[in-house]
């Protein structure tokens, strides 16, 4: 069968792909050799991050592109949706070149004005032609038909098929619809949180923009406001990309949510109550096992990657920084334990139950979950537990409640530090260097037996079956152990 061959219209979509990946790869390696000019100044390590910024939407570009040419169905809904981002954030750069033009300024700024509002004018002008047309093109019938995905071959349903030979007749049965997460594939829901990230960057290079453009800057700057708003958008991209690939493959969130617990079933789980304690004694394990020996191999990225960036959550001063850590509040102990529940062990853990099985798939759902988190072998001990969670109550709110609860816990210790008068000191290199020894020990004696003693009752066999599974085919109940 002789694959189909895109139209004209869908062709020129792919190389405009192409070209806005050159041009990016072109900025990426500008801001890198700018960022190696000017090593060890702030400005510098802004560079750096958008020269890799520029790199990951460039790799995307040149995957849309291929999706593009091979008609493949998820380049045409990954189009839609950068094509959204494109036109509000190319729409925002507009408005603010627009605003810079016209602003009423002494005559040597107004000069600089007119120069970063053309600027602004030229970068915008592209992304927000290419989004609009993109939107009108996907959309269209014909195009929708192109990225289509071909029937599959059936065979007769309900039919009596006659002898061949001595073969006895045979009575071929329907095999009804296939499965929900057949269609739903994991890379495209890693994809899709991709896609958020990517998203929320706009966001805040917007925000950014949008506070230079109004000469907020220094102490006037509200960092701790951004932040809040940052997270929010983040968990709200993460929610409606994955809405919307939910529902494409007809996937019912209820069964992946499972049964509601009832107060009374919480308490037949004691045995988990005291999971948040080792939890966070086995985060703080994993922080000192990865970074105390680190710190001596790279201190420079221990210091910026593991300290610098566990001071940024909690805010003491600026404008509007009440508001900021409330919004930083909400999104880490209410919203972030909902979403990464959700992705984590509602769909990854489902899919790849049905795929490879449940016990690869708890190890590899908890290797993920782990590896996007800063205390990388903490956080894997958490999705691993979360997993257990999950498989043995048949049902995603204790998860969602215990992630809640160990969120809330290291919440409420930095409130604390906060009210006790004096700012949370967080760690210096030359502390980790020189305690992180003993505090390794230390928190290696209380806390790995007690998670030995949890995998080793807890470990993954061929009879564990996620909810999804259990409320197709209802099984014999099965009991903490």
């Not at 090593?39 to 570009?61: Q, W």
């Not at 007809?250 to 107060?263: F, S, T």
């Not at 210091?303 to 900021?324: N, P, V």
């Not at 290199?429 to 080793?456: C, D």
């Amino acid at each position: 069968m002789t694959p189909a061959k895109p139209s004209p219209a869908v062709v020129a979509a792919g190389f405009v792909s192409l070209a806005f990946s050159v041009a990016l790869i072109l900025g990426a390696i500008l801001f890198g050799l700018v960022a190696a000019l000017g090593s060890g100044r702030p400005a510098a390590r802004v560079m750096t991050i958008i020269s890799g910024i520029f790199l990951l939407v460039a790799a995307f570009g040149v995957a849309l592109a291929r999706g593009f040419f091979r008609l493949q169905p998820w380049a045409r809904n990954a189009a839609r949706a950068w094509a959204t981002v494109m036109v509000l954030y190319s729409g925002i750069i507009l408005c603010a070149g627009g605003v810079l033009l016209l602003r009423v300024s002494p005559t040597a700024v107004r000069a600089g004005g007119l120069l970063t509002g053309a600027l602004l004018l030229i970068a915008g002008s592209p992304g927000f032609l290419v989004g609009v047309w993109w939107l009108i093109l996907f959309k269209r019938k014909k195009v929708i038909a192109e990225f289509a995905e071909p029937p599959r071959p059936t065979q007769p349903v309900n039919e009596v098929v006659e002898p061949n030979g001595t073969t006895e007749p045979a009575f071929i049965q329907d095999p009804g619809p296939p499965d929900a997460f057949t269609v739903l594939r994991a890379r495209a829901v890693l994809g899709s949180m991709g896609l958020a990230i990517l998203a929320t960057i706009g966001m805040v290079l917007v925000f950014l923009l949008a506070a230079r453009v109004m000469g907020v800057r220094g102490a006037a700057f509200p960092s701790a406001l951004m932040l809040g708003l940052t997270q929010l958008f983040l968990y709200g991209f993460i929610a409606l990309f994955l809405s919307r690939l939910l529902r494409r493959a007809g996937v019912n969130p209820r069964m992946l949510l499972g049964r509601a617990i009832r107060w009374e079933q919480v308490i037949r789980y004691w045995q988990y109550w005291g999971l948040p304690i080792l939890l966070m004694g086995m985060s703080l394990t994993g922080y000192f096992a990865l970074y105390f020996p680190l710190s001596f191999v790279l201190p420079r990225f221990v210091d910026r990657y593991a300290l610098q960036s566990q001071s940024e959550l909690l805010h003491y001063s600026g404008f509007g920084f009440q508001l900021g850590n409330i919004l930083t509040m909400l999104a880490v102990v209410v919203i972030a334990p909902i979403v990464e529940e959700f992705v984590f062990r509602g769909v990854l853990l489902t899919r790849w139950s049905i795929k490879w099985g449940t016990p690869r798939a708890v190890l590899l759902s908890s290797a993920i979950f782990g590896v996007l988190h800063t205390e990388i072998l903490g956080h894997l001990f958490f999705g691993y537990v979360m997993a257990v969670l999950y498989i043995k109550t048949r049902s995603l709110f204790l998860p969602i409640l215990m992630h809640a609860i160990n969120n809330g816990i290291v919440w409420a210790l930095m409130l604390l530090g906060g009210a006790s008068g004096r700012t949370v000191k967080h760690s210096t290199l030359a502390t980790l260097q020189t305690q992180g020894r003993a505090a390794l020990l230390v928190l290696s004696l209380i806390f790995i037996p007690w998670a030995l003693w949890f995998l080793i009752r807890h470990f993954p066999n061929r009879q564990w079956m996620v909810p999804y599974l259990r409320l197709r085919e209802p099984v014999a109940e099965i009991t903490p152990n």
